[in-house]
């Protein structure tokens, strides 16, 4: 139980392109997802948390304009990287925990590797 | 906000030996502390989790202690085999708001498990 599908698992593109990634719990209602992003060989960085139905919270620093958040059903979750430059190469983990009453268990995707050319 | 320090960055052991690895949190208001595994190009697995109102929780070769009073929490690896080397990740969890809870992870502990 608990699986979080995260696709595409890689995604190479030009300087300039909005790249979507979708985040999708398979075996459970999400109420809350989260996206992390990861640089090599360090811990993951939240980015933002999405309540279903309702705007993203952003983390400091982390541009809304530049990460789209929509989190528009209780199994799926979208992050889009507008206009992606090769600063924005990284690894996207989103999570998602079923939320409710008390602290619940976030649940991980497989990541997707985003490159920029 | 939470800050959580977990050590060592790097540990080898020998197949079968036993490993540890300990993290400690700054805000009293975490109250569950999971811990994940991460395999290189994946997401991290939830491979066991504790509680606050729990010193210890036992998974088969899995153990996790935890010491509210001193704001630490360990993990233990009994037994261990090739396919337990991975990147293995402490977090604290705290009420953040907004019906949401967020997780603060440690910096990871590579565990290399030699045959």
């Known amino acids: 139980g608990a699986v979080v599908s995260q696709h595409p698992s890689r995604v190479i593109c030009k300087s300039g392109t909005s790249v979507k990634i979708e985040c999708r719990s398979l075996d459970f209602q999400a109420t809350t997802m989260f996206w992390y992003r990861q640089f090599p060989k360090q811990s993951l960085m939240l980015m933002a948390t999405?309540?279903?139905?309702?705007?993203?919270?952003?983390e400091q620093g982390v541009e809304k304009d530049k990460f789209l958040i929509n989190h528009a059903s209780l199994t799926l979750s979208t992050l889009t990287v507008t206009s992606a430059h090769p600063e924005d190469s990284s690894f996207y983990i989103c999570s998602a925990s079923l939320g409710g009453r008390g602290n619940q268990p976030q649940h991980f995707g497989d990541g997707t590797r985003l490159s920029i050319l | 906000g939470e800050n959580v320090e977990q050590h060592p960055s790097t540990l080898s052991v020998q197949e079968g030996d036993s490993a540890v690895i300990k993290c400690t949190y700054s805000d009293s208001a975490s109250n569950y502390f999971p811990w994940y595994k991460q395999e290189l190009g994946k997401g991290p697995q939830l491979i066991i989790d504790i509680r606050s109102n729990v010193g210890e929780k036992k998974d088969q070769r899995i153990a996790v202690t935890l010491n509210k009073t001193a704001k630490h929490f360990s993990l233990h690896i009994t037994e261990t085999q090739p396919e337990d080397s991975a990147v293995y990740f402490c977090?604290?969890?705290?009420?953040?708001?907004?019906?949401?809870?967020?997780?603060?992870f440690g910096k990871g502990t590579k565990l290399s498990v030699i045959p």
């Open positions: 977090a604290a969890s705290k009420y953040s708001g907004a019906g949401s809870y967020q997780l603060t």
């Open positions: 999405s309540n279903e139905g309702s705007k993203a919270t952003y």
